[in-house]
């Protein structure tokens, strides 16, 4: 029987200063990729139930009646808790990641540092996403009820408190979001680059592509699922710690 031989460890490419291959570290290696495998699980449903809650969620959130001359939105009742059990599942997942990416950075692997601090602008990004989401959800179900039936609805009639606080919030959401997303995607990359395995790669582009994503999920899970079995072949270690 052929002895398991351990995986490859990629060095140091041409692009990206201080980019450096630690020396193999087989326990810490197969604790991260534990890590990345329950973050694709937890993202993967995450992926899946806000298609099919969103899908079937619109209609309950507005309702159009008397042939489009009135519409509702439901109360903060009925989607707040959507809203925020979403905000939660979302930031529980990218802490996952960037603890993966916390086990290489603290090695000196200087790859993974940028990677931990955007996925961190990621989760704080979650949260005012969804939090001004939720701001000018109120404001427009506020400003509905006031106009009734008036056509268009007086300025009077919307929350400034919501409306300024709901646009701050998604403004500066989307900003730390597209960091945080273009770091979770880079230290994907680079674990595909680390490890030679271009599934992580190709999961990485997957997972920007809008329902798509649940495929690049998948992927990644399987990545790292296998990478972790081989890390764990090529050597007698503890495990995921």
């Not at 960037?98 to 979650?126: N, S, T």
Request: hydrophobic share 55%; aromatic share 10%.
């Amino acid at each position: 029987m052929v002895a398991p031989q351990p995986l490859p460890y990629a060095t140091a490419p041409s692009w990206g200063p201080g980019y450096a291959a630690a020396p193999p570290n087989r326990e810490e290696d197969a604790a991260a990729l534990r890590w990345i495998e329950i973050a694709s699980v937890v993202g993967l449903i995450s992926a899946i139930a806000s298609i099919v809650l969103l899908l079937g969620f619109g209609g309950a959130l507005v309702t159009v009646s008397g042939g489009g001359t009135s519409t509702q939105i439901a109360p903060a009742t009925s989607w707040a808790p959507f809203l925020a059990v979403s905000a939660a599942i979302a930031v529980a997942y990218l802490y996952l990641y960037r603890r993966a990416f916390e086990l290489f950075a603290r090695r000196g692997e200087e790859q993974f540092k940028i990677p931990r601090l955007f996925v961190l602008f990621a989760m704080i990004a979650v949260v005012l996403l969804f939090t001004g989401a939720g701001l000018l959800l109120e404001a427009v179900r506020e400003a509905i009820q006031c106009a009734g039936t008036s056509s268009p609805i007086p300025a009077s009639c919307f929350n400034g408190g919501y409306l300024g606080g709901g646009v701050a919030a998604l403004i500066v959401g989307v900003i730390l979001g597209i960091l945080g997303v273009i770091g979770l995607l880079l230290g994907i990359w680079r674990i595909g680059t680390r490890f030679d395995r271009d599934l992580f790669k190709a999961a990485a582009i997957l997972l920007i592509i809008p329902y798509v994503s649940v495929v690049g999920y998948v992927l990644l899970l399987w990545a790292a699922h296998s990478t972790r079995e081989r890390t764990l072949a090529a050597g007698t270690i503890p495990g995921f710690v």
